[in-house]
């Protein structure tokens, strides 16, 4: 697989409103776990949308992963012009920093946001262009904007073998509970010797000879 389309769900569908909630790396780790593999198998494109959301957490991600593999490159394809035009302050300023790290912007229409015509006519080029999909999406979750590209990948798989690859809100958790744990194990080794013997039972001198 060479080229890769990378979306998922906006920020707003799961109730993120900055781009410091705690949540957000859990999903850049997915994405990295899953992305990594498929660069050394010989990925070469990513592609997203550029929606404020995972389609931009994945842009930090890549930009990130191209220090360490200098052959992958990064598009973002918009469906019109200025798409951050109605976005607060501070994300158009994250929008235009991300922007700086991509290899090739593009959009399907010159002209600013007229009608849903103009996602369509994205979509259709977004799977035109690529080979697969890595899809953040979880219909138990709640169904959201990503139930369309599962759709329609979904069937472009069945019809000439389009790679369809998920990550669901267990893979996330998993990972956040992961590292819940190796913090918690890390907190504990930082105690002292004496510190832990002496909580387990203080009435042992831990420096007695036997």
């Known amino acids: 697989m ?3 389309l990378v979306t998922g769900y906006r920020a707003h569908e799961l109730n993120i409103f900055g781009q410091k909630h705690e949540g957000i790396p859990f999903i850049q780790q997915a994405l990295r776990s899953k992305l990594i593999p498929l660069i050394e198998e010989g990925l070469e494109w990513v592609i997203t949308p550029g929606q404020y959301g995972v389609d931009l957490w994945a842009c930090e991600v890549v930009i990130a992963l191209k220090e360490q593999y200098p052959q992958l490159r990064l598009s973002i394809i918009s469906a019109f012009a200025n798409p951050e035009e109605k976005w607060s302050e501070d994300k158009k300023t994250y929008y235009e920093e991300i922007c700086k790290g991509v ?21 259709d080029l977004l799977f035109r262009k690529t080979d697969g999909i890595l899809l953040v999406y979880d ?26 690859i998920s990550i669901s809100s267990e893979d996330i958790q998993s990972i956040a509970d992961e590292q819940q744990l190796d ?9 002292s010797p004496v510190d832990m013997i002496d909580a387990t ?10």
């Open 2 to 4: 060479k080229n890769l």
């Open 103 to 123: 290899d090739y912007y593009g959009l399907v229409s010159k002209q600013p946001y007229q009608g849903i015509w103009q996602f369509t006519a994205r979509d």
């Open 139 to 164: 219909e138990d979750g709640g169904e959201g904007s990503p139930r369309f590209f599962k759709e329609k990948a979904l069937k472009k798989q069945q019809s000439d073998g389009y790679v369809y």
């Open 183 to 191: 913090q918690q194990l890390e907190e504990s080794f930082t105690e």
């Open 201 to 210: 039972n203080p009435n042992i001198d831990p420096f007695e000879e036997i």
